[in-house]
């Protein structure tokens, strides 16, 4: 009789790494936007991020010991990693109840359900943070403003975001040069100094992290490229037709979760297509239903919901776009 070979689900790596380097190499990854939340936000930002990392391994644990009766993972990390993401796609002021609520649903059913994994099609990180959004959408845009005493945080305010500065501004028929007036600059956007979710204040620590995921070869820079790149030219084109009523492509790139979820969330192993050819699709249609929910949607931001509609493509992109085939001989030139 001929021996079984058994296929485990995606993602199916090259290296000889293992799922818990990877997992670990994504945290210290996130570890310079970590600091960043915290240096602006306070004791509350590691609250925060403390309650979503416990909470998603301790369903995760659950779930798999008791519900579905299989070997306990939590020590690969990928539970961890979908903590920390959630964490930063949340407010500093959150409720500590909601954010138990939101683990659950990103653990349970934005991965379990599935079968763990290797198998969930959405983010289960964004999931939860949609989830949450829909839920509780008072909280959940009750964004903290940074206060800053001689260099060091001491307090927050509560205020809108620069996207929902902007969004509020145009439908009050204020000009853009009105409505920038009251807004942080570039640089502001590009340090971290602005109001928002944990893990989108800062594109510097996310672009320290990208640096780090391209070094150690855990993510390849197609997706995070085309995604930005395709953001900042359709938000360029706008503004070229109408600078009164479009902001800038550098402002959109640099403001609300682009980096985050180009970088961090768009790039997951599981719910991004395998070919090259399939990445840079999917990251210009993220790109693409970004802008158009910026633009002409009524919400402000339209990152996490652009990454999960492109996770619903991404079995139809893998199944007409397929890497080459193992051993498969390929031509130069």
Not at 21 to 35: D, E, S, T, W
Not at 263 to 280: C, Y
Not at 297 to 310: N, T
């Amino acid at each position: 009789m001929s021996k079984l070979f058994t296929v485990s689900p995606s993602p199916h790596i090259y290296s000889n790494g293992s799922i818990s380097k990877l997992m670990y190499g994504v945290v210290l990854a996130l570890a310079p936007a970590f600091c960043f939340s915290i240096w602006y936000f306070g004791i509350s930002a590691l609250i925060v991020t403390c309650i979503s990392v416990i909470s998603c391994v301790a369903f995760e644990f659950l779930i798999q010991k008791y519900l579905l009766k299989t070997q306990v993972r939590v020590s690969d990390g990928s539970a961890i990693v979908t903590g920390i993401l959630l964490a930063f796609n949340l407010p500093s002021s959150i409720p500590w109840w909601m954010i138990v609520v939101g683990s659950l649903f990103s653990i349970g059913i934005g991965k379990m359900v599935y079968g763990g994994l290797g198998n969930n099609p959405f983010n289960p990180a964004l999931a939860g943070r949609v989830f949450l959004l829909i839920s509780f959408p008072v909280q959940m845009t009750n964004w903290p403003v940074p206060v800053q005493s001689r260099g060091h945080v001491f307090d927050a305010v509560t205020g809108a975001t620069p996207l929902g500065i902007i969004k509020e501004g145009l439908l009050n028929g204020q000009s853009m040069q009105q409505i920038t007036a009251n807004i942080p600059d570039n640089a502001h956007l590009f340090i971290g100094n602005i109001g928002g979710s944990l893990g989108e204040v800062s594109a510097l620590a996310l672009l320290l992290g990208f640096a780090w995921m391209l070094y150690r070869r855990i993510i390849t820079w197609h997706i995070p490229v085309f995604m930005v790149a395709t953001i900042f030219v359709f938000t360029g084109i706008l503004w070229l037709i109408d600078p009164m009523k479009n902001a800038s492509p550098l402002f959109h790139i640099l403001s609300g979760g682009v980096f985050l979820g180009a970088i961090f969330m768009a790039t997951d192993l599981v719910t991004s297509p395998m070919a090259k050819t399939g990445m840079v699709i999917y990251a210009i249609g993220i790109g693409l239903i970004t802008v158009l929910i910026r633009v002409f949607g009524a919400y402000p931001e339209g990152v996490s919901f652009a990454i999960l509609i492109m996770n619903a493509f991404v079995p139809l992109i893998n199944k007409y776009i397929k890497p080459a085939r193992f051993g498969k001989e390929v031509k130069n030139g």
